[in-house]
């Protein structure tokens, strides 16, 4: 399995996290609060986090091949959200 994670400044964090969340509830696995996500996509995982300056992604592909197009499908959805806003994504690989 290979991970990234992304740490995105905005003061919408929690707003973005359960758009998202809510969105994608209807079709997969999908468990939430104000300040925290896991989804269960099926290329992989992505959890969040969310405080007041920033969101935290965390996603998980179950095939390494599949990372960056599981990164690209996430930050895309983030982005139609933040509409508003220019967000800064940098992704790391995690260890």
């Given at each position: 399995?290979?991970?990234?994670?992304?740490?995105?400044?905005t003061?919408?964090?929690?707003?973005?996290?359960?758009?998202?969340?809510?969105?994608?509830?209807?079709?997969?696995?999908?468990?939430?609060?104000?300040?925290?996500?896991?989804?269960?996509?099926?290329?992989?995982?992505?959890?969040?986090?969310?405080?007041?300056?920033?969101?935290?992604?965390?996603?998980?592909?179950?095939?390494?091949?599949?990372?960056?197009?599981?990164?690209?499908?996430?930050q895309?959805?983030?982005?139609?959200?933040?509409?508003?806003?220019?967000?800064?994504?940098?992704?790391?690989?995690?260890?």
């Amino acid at each position: 399995m290979s991970s990234s994670r992304v740490e995105v400044a905005t003061q919408h964090a929690s707003r973005y996290l359960q758009q998202l969340s809510k969105h994608w509830a209807h079709k997969f696995e999908t468990e939430f609060t104000p300040v925290s996500s896991k989804i269960a996509l099926p290329l992989g995982d992505a959890r969040l986090s969310a405080n007041d300056t920033q969101l935290v992604i965390e996603v998980a592909a179950h095939k390494s091949e599949d990372l960056t197009v599981l990164q690209d499908v996430v930050q895309r959805h983030i982005e139609r959200f933040a509409f508003k806003e220019t967000l800064a994504f940098e992704w790391r690989p995690l260890a």
